[in-house]
């Protein structure tokens, strides 16, 4: 586990971000139990935003989040992600895209 | 304290290629166009392979090759059936693509996009960067006239708004415009930046000068889901990516970066990037639905135009064209209806979608509308047949003392044993049908 995890932050390493300190632009709805889509989050977001918490509840750190809109589209049904456009400047930055 | 509240002609959301190609078109006419992107720079928030398509770009701006930046034409297509220690090829490479204008390029889109930007300032149009749009406004008949921002405290104003927002479209969405996409409809591709020398990658992939190759690839390395994979030859750098249908992906548990990770590992790839230094890694969703996921694209007082419209042919890898093709019908219309003094209204923006029709746009996307419900049917189009090419290549080709008759029985036994040749007519007919 600890070394795919090592390898997806070398990955982000290489990206640009200006992160909006305090105003993350993905929140998950508070919950006791994930859906399966939520907890899919875990493995399915390429930035590897998501993580299960000891109560097995899913947490974000989105400050790697490449904002393609995975987790949005994966929940739209549960409605368990709330997903916005970081404001205007901040968020991924592609240098090459 | 009184204030002037300006109005636009029509106001672009996003600056990728739908967007850029519908604000210069409209712009280059003369009419006060307003854009707006949420990025840093036009192109900041923004990820394709990436394959520019001469032709769509050359209805825009005609001599865009004096100094877009460009990175290689090209000069060879393969595509790569693989399993997991072998691909089945089919290329074709041709001096006829060494043209004095060559038909496709690979470019790298944050530097593409921002060029393309300037031709939309040169051309008049006020392009306002870090602003998200995040809402339209609408009078209380419903139509749509402007936009609020976040970095403006009152909306913006026009005749007409063009959502050129991309796949996310969440403008259009939670405008009730157009649903939220679904997982089976978009597919999630992540991809990598590798640097390499000129003199390295020209030798690697056979190449001279400016020209390129593009590799795209399919099988065992998507793990059964439906999905491909890509190779793209930069002038100092190789894209390669690979993307999968997000319903797939979600029942998996596959991680997306590990699937990058064993496709840049397979020993077909792994040596053409060897010793790259790795400079990005990025995501996005690609609208893969075709035809039959398509939102309604026009309205009162707005237009959708690229990715946000769902204009992607999936089969041949086109999306960026579409993009560039749209947006520029939009501007076109647009710019009609204002020559004749009429008011951007459902009725009359009909002419749109009638441009597309007429175009390669929607002809293409009617034109494959069975596929997408056909791969995710059938997943062993993309996974066993591969497979079966390989093992017949391979019996084939192994000179092992065995007489060519007992391989030929050998091989038709192992067809009839991996799909039977009632599966095999099935297929067939079934993949013709959704064709045609």
Known sequence: ?97 | MATVQERFDAIVVGAGPAGNAAAYTMAKAGLKVLQLERGEYPGSKNVQGAILYADALEKIIPDFREDAPLERHVIEQRIWMMDDSSHTGMHYRSEDFNEEKPNRYTIIRAQFDRWFSSQVREAGGIVLCETTVTELVKDTKGNVIGVLTDRHGGPLLADVVVMAEGVNGLVGQRSGLRDELKPDNVALAVKEMHFLPQEVIESRFNLKGDAGVVIEAMGTITKGMTGTGFLYTNKESVSIGIGCIVSDMSKSGIKPYNLLDSFKSHPSIAPLIAGSEVKEYVAHLIPEGGFRAMPEIYGNGWIVAGDAAHLVNAVHREGSNLAMTSGRLAGETIVWLKRRREPCTSVNLAEYKKRLEDSFVLKDMRKYQKIPALLHGNRQLLDLYPRMMSGIAQTWLRVDGKAKTAKESEIFKSVRKQRGLAGLVADGLRFARAWR
């Open chain 1, 1 to 97: 586990m600890s070394t795919l995890n090592t390898r997806i932050e070398e990955k982000l390493y290489q990206n640009r971000y200006v992160v909006d300190a305090g105003k993350p632009h993905i929140k998950i709805k508070d919950h006791t139990v994930p859906s399966p889509e939520l907890k899919s989050l875990v493995t399915t977001c390429p930035a590897n935003c998501y993580s299960e918490n000891e109560q097995g509840q899913v947490e974000i750190v989105a400050d790697g989040c490449m904002e393609c809109g995975t987790c949005r589209v994966v929940t739209a049904e549960t409605g368990e992600v709330e997903w916005n456009y970081p404001r205007g400047g901040y968020g991924v930055l592609f240098k090459f895209g």
